[in-house]
T-cell receptor, first 114, second 113 residues
Framework: GDSVTQMEGPVTLSEEAFLTINCTYTATGYPSLFWYVQYPGEGLQLLLKATKADDKGSNKGFEATYRKETTSFHLEKGSVQVSDSAVYFCALSGFMNRDDKIIFGKGTRLHILP | DAGVTQSPTHLIKTRGQQVTLRCSPKSGHDTVSWYQQALGQGPQFIFQYYEEEERQRGNFPDRFSGHQFPNYSSELNVNALLLGDSALYLC????????????FGPGTRLTVT
């Protein structure tokens, strides 16, 4: 079945460091790919998405490119801030029809030190 | 425009009890999906409701059941609670006109003691 694998955390970085969180997927067909963020005590927020191969999703300085050849969707940010501390989830879904559910990775906790 | 809302925010129950969680979808959405997020894990799909019927279900026992009302709001019921049911329960709504993209509520934190 479809699945998402992302790097285990926690990831600890200093402010202004470069961030990469790796994500790979297994899927039949051509899913849409997502990164969600969960701040402490809160629900999930969609951070960015890409719906087809070679698309780049971007938001709030974060970027991820849909790489079909490597089945990857790595999250990057050039200069992280303390406020970026959260748990990040890579996910996929067909979203081609009403029945499509979201399949999530286990999440990567990110700590940014001032 | 109100987003997805869930109630209650937090809930504490005892093993063996039953619990009902509630979800109101985003305005204009007609489909509700429920997810369970155990501590330190990613959300897992429980089931989805559309037109007041369960349309598909994840790998959860029959103790988990749901309902959708004519106004598209939904309930998640869990019977015979186990300690392992302690989790954050997330509701997401979607619609065909929105390309079926799911929008999440803030969740209900259930603690079973």
């Amino acid at each position: 079945g479809d699945s998402v694998t992302q790097m285990e955390g926690p990831v600890t970085l200093s402010e202004e460091a470069f961030l990469t969180i790796n994500c790979t997927y297994t899927a039949t067909g051509y899913p849409s790919l997502f990164w969600y963020v969960q701040y402490p005590g809160e629900g999930l927020q969609l951070l960015l998405k890409a719906t087809k191969a070679d698309d780049k999703g971007s938001n709030k300085g974060f970027e991820a490119t849909y790489r079909k050849e490597t089945t990857s969707f790595h999250l990057e940010k050039g200069s992280v801030q303390v406020s970026d501390s959260a748990v990040y989830f890579c996910a996929l879904s067909g979203f081609m029809n009403r029945d499509d559910k979201i399949i999530f990775g286990k999440g990567t906790r990110l700590h940014i030190l001032p | 425009d109100a987003g997805v809302t869930q109630s209650p925010t937090h809930l504490i129950k005892t093993r063996g009890q039953q619990v009902t969680l509630r979800c109101s979808p985003k305005s204009g959405h007609d489909t509700v999906s429920w997810y369970q997020q155990a501590l330190g894990q990613g959300p897992q799909f429980i089931f989805q409701y559309y037109e007041e019927e369960e349309r598909q279900r994840g790998n959860f026992p029959d103790r988990f059941s749901g309902h959708q009302f004519p106004n598209y709001s939904s309930e998640l019921n869990v019977n015979a609670l186990l300690l392992g049911d302690s989790a954050l329960y997330l509701c997401a709504s979607s619609s065909g006109t929105g390309g079926f993209e799911q929008y999440f509520g803030p969740g209900t934190r259930l603690t079973v003691t």
